[in-house]
């Protein structure tokens, strides 16, 4: 076969055109590629307000994997010099908003959103001190979005002992 100059365009252009259309079908899709799994009674307006959902099912998607995150500023010097922190609100709401901040500013610079969110993992110092302050906040954040959540109760941070809330979280992002 001997294909011209202008038809090696046409012909570019084309399959360039035809890629782009059958790309382009798969993006129709508004459906997330996860689903929520509920037991009876923790659906969203059943009046248990949990900041979580029991399970979620993965169909589809980019898994991102987030590393965990503070309310320390970012980038910070490692080793850590508690100096940099000094200027920081360190009450649980005011590190919440924080930490919700970056994990959001994080998802989007992977191409994501807080609804993207499937699981979180909370490390947390003073559970019983904190955790409707922070439970406030990150619902807030969520809006009726609910990943799968688990808090664990620690003594304190690798960052500063001032901290008092790490958050890490797995993410499925539409491709």
Not at 130 to 153: C, F, I, K, L
Request: hydrophobic share 45%; proline share 6%; glycine share 6%.
């Amino acid at each position: 076969m001997n294909l011209t100059t202008n038809n090696k365009s046409a012909c570019a252009r084309y399959v360039a055109t035809a890629t782009l259309l059958i790309m382009s079908a798969g993006c129709q899709n508004a459906t997330p590629d996860f689903e929520y799994i509920y037991l009876p009674g923790t659906e969203i307006g059943s009046g248990a307000n949990l900041p979580f959902t029991p399970a979620i099912k993965v169909r589809g998607g980019s898994i991102v994997f987030l590393s965990g995150i503070t309310a320390a500023p970012v980038p910070h010097s490692h080793p850590h010099i508690p100096a940099e922190f000094d200027n920081l609100d360190f009450a649980a709401a005011a590190q919440a908003e924080a930490v919700m901040e970056r994990l959001q500013e994080t998802l989007r610079a992977a191409g994501g959103e807080l609804s993207d969110v499937v699981q979180i993992t909370r490390f947390m110092a003073d559970i019983g001190t904190n955790q409707d302050a922070v439970n406030t906040v990150m619902n807030r954040y969520w809006g009726n979005h609910r990943p799968a959540s688990t808090s664990v109760e620690i003594v304190r941070l690798a960052t500063d002992p001032r901290f008092s809330l790490e958050v890490e979280a797995v993410a499925v992002i539409p491709d």
